[in-house]
Each structure stands twice: as structure tokens, then as C-alpha cells.
């Protein structure tokens, strides 16, 4: 028996309004470049339109014209999905608030998550959309992922309850030490300021 191994989200379809709210939403809100528009192939009374998240990943949307807009929150029992979370930079972070605002769109404020910060709203069909916005850059040649696994790892063995800032620091470091080569006899901590 061997795995199916896979390597990224290839694109996530969700089920929207109609077309022009769709748009709205994905491009006119979340600045997602309208990249893709056919019909649903299973479908033909419902259009397909494919926006581009920032990764050249995708989001799909079958839209139907006889589907309004409902805001009541999606359902969420086990085996449904919870919500979509979408990165942002910390520039465009630190105006979602504003913007949401603006726009007269609730929304949850800014969530504390120890690695990051989150912001959650529905869109016009009811689902949860977080928006999110890492507190670190990995280091080059590494991932976020290389860096939660390295904070996770730490946290745990510190009996802390969830991972903070003091966790990636040190993940960070860690992944430096072992994927960057030094000179160094001794990588160790130094102290330039001690009197020799």
C-alpha cells in the first residue's frame, strides 16, 4: 500500500450567489483577479468563474442567476467546511478593519492567535472567511509550515499551551542554524559587549 502523495491545493469550488455578486465578492472585495469564466461542465445552468487568491492557486465559484445573496451563517457540523482563510501582508492587514468598516460589513475585529492575526466576516452566501496575517517570515529557503512545525515542536516540549511569538524566534533561529552554513567553529550565543 503506498500513498497518493499530493503537493498543494490545486483549487477550492465553492457554491455562490449569482454572477455579478460573485464578482463583487471575490474580485471588488478580496482583490482576486477574475482570471477564468465557462460553464459548470456538470452544469450547463450554472457558470464557473475562477479567481486567483495571490498564489496562482484558484478559487472557483458555480454561480446560477436565480440564486440570491443569503447571509445566514453556513452551516458547520463535522464534515462540513468551517471557514476559508486567505493571507494578507501586514500593510493590507493593519486596513481590513477600516475597509470592512467602509463597506458596513460585520465582522469579528482583530482575533489574537499567538503565530498570527486573524479577522473573520461572511460572505454574501454565509460562509466564514478569515483573513489572516502571519507574525513571521520564514527564514530563506524555508516555509511557514517548516517554521510551525519547528514552534510546535518547542512548545510542546516547554509545556506551553499554544505557540507565541517567543516559539517562532526561536524555530526561526533553529532552521537557520541547520540550513545555513557559518564559519563559526561555535554558532553559539556570543556577547560583544563583555569586557575582555
Not at 73 to 101: I, T, Y
Not at 110 to 125: A, E, L
Not at 156 to 183: C, F, K, M, P
Amino acid at each position: 500500500m503506498q500513498k497518493i502523495q499530493v503537493q498543494g491545493v490545486h483549487h477550492i469550488t465553492l457554491t455562490g450567489a449569482d454572477r455579478q455578486t460573485s464578482i463583487d465578492f471575490w474580485e471588488g472585495l478580496l482583490g482576486m483577479p477574475f482570471v477564468f469564466d465557462q460553464p459548470n461542465l456538470d452544469d450547463p445552468d450554472e457558470g464557473h468563474l475562477y479567481f486567483d487568491p495571490g498564489d496562482g492557486r484558484l478559487i472557483t465559484i458555480f454561480t446560477d442567476e436565480g440564486r440570491s445573496p443569503d447571509p445566514r451563517p453556513a452551516p458547520q457540523e463535522p464534515g462540513m467546511v468551517h471557514h476559508l482563510a486567505f493571507n494578507l501582508s501586514r500593510a493590507v492587514f493593519s486596513q481590513v478593519v477600516k475597509r470592512l468598516d467602509a463597506r458596513g460589513i460585520s465582522h469579528s475585529g482583530v482575533k489574537d492567535r499567538g503565530f498570527m492575526d486573524s479577522i473573520y466576516f461572511r460572505d454574501p452566501m454565509g460562509l466564514l472567511v478569515e483573513l489572516a496575517c502571519y507574525r513571521f517570515e520564514p527564514p530563506v529557503g524555508c516555509t511557514h509550515a517548516d517554521v510551525m512545525i519547528e514552534a510546535h515542536r518547542m512548545r510542546v516540549a516547554r509545556g506551553d499551551y499554544n505557540i507565541q511569538e517567543i516559539h517562532l524566534a526561536d524555530a526561526i533561529e533553529t532552521l537557520v542554524g541547520r540550513r545555513q552554513q557559518s564559519l563559526s567553529k561555535d554558532r553559539s550565543p556570543g556577547d560583544p559587549y563583555r569586557t575582555r
